[in-house]
């Protein structure tokens, strides 16, 4: 695939923008389609800032369904191809089938305290780190768990935005 620059970006058209980087935040157009209002942008930097604005903005209602657009770590569920990639490059497509018994029963776990998916910036790390974050973060307080959902979705989104940009 080819990086576009910034000035490519800010070239494209409405549908071509949201099309490109509708999956930056998972499964949420509605994050590009809002952040062309401030285009054009005069940075990589600036254009994050401004998607990352448009995610804070948001009622409590959109912040909650764009964290429960995030599957479940380890979970054998279809997903988008980022998801997809970003869990194999951690080695959670290769669970042992106990290893895949313990993160379903900690997905759990986590799903009935918070109602809502563990979130975890998964890029650089192995299956052994996000067990342990998620055995360590189920025990958070709702709110704190919350926004550390959404502070993760945020790194999510620079590592996914850094892979579409120069």
């Keep these: 695939m080819t990086l576009l620059t910034i000035d490519q970006l800010n070239d494209l058209e409405p549908v071509q923008f ?15 389609e809002k952040a062309l209002e401030s285009r054009p942008f005069s940075s990589f930097q600036h254009l994050y800032n401004e998607m ?35 869990q194999k490059g951690a080695g959670l497509n290769n669970l042992t089938p106990e290893e895949y018994t313990k993160f379903i029963s900690m997905n759990q ?20 780190d996000i067990y342990q974050a998620m055995e360590a973060r189920v025990h958070n307080e709702k709110e704190i768990e919350f926004e550390t959902a959404l502070k993760e979705i945020y790194k999510i989104a620079l590592l996914r935005l850094e892979d579409k940009l120069m």
């Design 52 to 86: 990352v604005h448009v995610v804070e903005s948001a009622s409590k209602n959109q912040k909650l369904a764009l964290i429960q657009a995030h599957p479940n770590l380890g979970d054998r569920v279809q997903m988008s191809e980022n998801s997809v990639n970003e």
């Design 18 to 32: 949201i099309e490109l980087l509708g999956g930056i935040f998972e499964h949420s157009p509605w994050i590009p």
């Design 109 to 128: 776990q986590y799903m009935d305290t918070f109602g809502f998916p563990f979130i975890l910036a998964v890029r650089g790390k192995n299956k052994h």
